[in-house]
């Protein structure tokens, strides 16, 4: 990852972008308590003795090597149940923010946290909850359940009111809705608080699209599309 030299990036996301992240050289399998589970988490760490920028991307719990269950299973068609979950996922984050504590190498004045879908959410709870980070990055977080969970609406919007983390959020036109977005970014600009808006033009990725076809973009494919603007945004906040 290009920041890797220059940032300090906690970085969530879902399970299937965290084991490609790892596919690529110089990460570091670690494993994190985060209160009774054990979660798996790929390190990338520069050579030398730093203090200097790290990037951490954990497996969520019940995905890869990470104990508990699959949130589906946890949730079940229980909408109430969902960011409960996310809540649990939020410990989770800022249980690896303890753990980065702990490495000499790793400026933990420096942090930030970004998440794709679920892990978007997560990142908006987590910020909400603590001020450890500097800046945080939202890529459609909650588009694929945005219209029909009220209770994902609430605790968003809840997160919005109370975070006071520099955020950018981003989102796709043809994902689908631009609102869990929008929202938040308009909640941010009515309380002063910095943040950056960035909705892409209609993405469409190869292959069969199992969701939204926008939702995609902030896969390994879309990536060339985003990631200036992310590089840009954290390094006004993390140099």
């Known amino acids: 990852m290009k920041s890797a030299s220059l ?7 879902a399970a299937s972008n965290a084991r490609a992240q ?3 050289p110089k990460y570091q399998e670690v494993f994190y308590a985060s209160g009774n589970l054990r979660i798996q988490a790929y390190l990338y760490k520069p050579e030398g003795d730093g203090p200097f920028a790290a990037v951490m991307v954990p497996e969520r719990r019940g995905y890869g090597k990470s104990d508990g269950e699959i949130w589906r299973n946890e949730v079940g068609r229980a909408q109430s149940q969902l960011i409960p979950r996310l809540e649990a996922e939020a410990d989770d984050m800022l249980a690896a923010v303890d753990y980065l504590r702990g490495l000499p190498y790793v400026d933990v004045r420096r942090l930030a946290v970004m998440g794709w879908s679920f892990g978007g959410v997560v990142t908006m709870l987590a910020t909400a909850r603590s001020t450890v980070f500097v800046a945080a990055v939202d890529q459609a977080g909650g588009a ?11 605790a968003l919007v809840g997160a919005a009111e109370k975070s006071t983390i520099p955020t950018l959020f981003m989102v ?27 909705v892409y033009e209609p993405f469409t ?35």
């Open 7 to 13: 940032l300090l990036v906690f970085l969530f996301c």
């Open 22 to 24: 790892a596919e690529s």
């Open 144 to 154: 694929l359940t945005w219209a029909g969970n009220g209770y994902m609406r609430s």
């Open 172 to 198: 796709a036109q043809n994902d689908r809705t631009t609102a869990s977005i929008t929202t938040l970014a308009e909640v941010f600009k009515k309380r002063n608080v910095p943040h950056g808006l960035v």
């Open 205 to 239: 990725p190869s292959g069969e699209a199992r969701t939204a076809a926008g939702h995609a973009i902030f896969s390994s494919q879309g990536a060339s599309l985003w990631e200036k603007d992310v590089l840009a945004f954290l390094g006004t906040y993390l140099r």
